[in-house]
């Protein structure tokens, strides 16, 4: 984050010395073209922009995303001190909710697409990388629970049965007992009674819903890292093998009749209709 930074405020100093590097610098984006504008006036158009960007619009660029940086930092820095990303990450969306809506109204509500995107280009960069500690709290909770779950299975392969709780792990399976990233507490463990055993975080939320790993909303993806918990997976039952097994065999295509040629294994598979003279032969 802090060579983010940087390397926004030394791009905007060399854009603000040089108008080549300005132009070479634009002509690198994405904007919508504006219609109706021959060669000259669009030449025209981008020198005033650039007057413009070097006199005006940089500077309150600049401090919007040095703001936006520094309330990144701070989260990050919370973190370190903590050792919980929880409250940085309350902390950091509090600080950016109170900066977009100034930044906006700075910017107005009505001006020409080209110019919005000059006018917020370091500091709309700046706000796209505010999710970087979000990503990295979710690949530091797989890193956890996966080296918790590797020792819970060293265990289980030495003495027979998965442990009562996570400190008779430490030390000869694990150094210290691990803790969820994301309040800084032991991560959540049970033994269940059928000898498997529950592992999990309390997800990004921070609300510990009891090891509840469905997702929120309609959401169809697998992915465990979206669940309300971030329950370490388990290997999948009889009966979830066989319903999914089945659910499976619903979405594949008919099997095609023995002795049929490539042409009506494809024609079969997506559906095409029959040569009308029943040749089913390529043509040349």
Known sequence: MLMERAMAEMTIADLKKSSAAYRNFRSGLVYSRAKGLDWFQSLAKTTAELTMWRFSWSFTDELHALKIYQAQ?????????????????????SALAKLDPAWKEELGHKM?????????????????????LQRVLTVEAEQRLAVTAIALKR????RGTYP???IALVPEFISTVPLDP??????????????TFLLYSIGED???DGGDPRLPG?????????????????????AENKADEERMATLRPPASPRGSSAEENSRLRYGLPA????????SN
């Open 164 to 166: 009562p709780d996570l």
């Open 73 to 93: 930092l701070n989260a990050v820095r919370l973190v370190q001190t903590n050792h919980s990303f929880y409250p940085a990450l309350q902390q950091q969306k």
């Open 275 to 282: 040569p009308k003279n029943g040749n089913t032969n390529k």
């Open 182 to 195: 994301v309040d800084g507490q032991p991560l959540r463990y049970r033994l269940n009674a059928d000898g």
């Open 218 to 238: 309609d959401s169809k993806s697998r992915a465990w890292q979206l669940g309300r918990d971030w329950v370490w997976p388990q290997p999948a039952t009889a």
């Open 155 to 158: 265990y289980q392969m030495r």
């Open 112 to 132: 020409d697409v080209d110019d919005m995107d000059m006018r917020r280009i370091f500091a709309g960069g700046a706000r796209a990388t505010a999710k970087s």
């Open 206 to 208: 921070g609300n510990d």
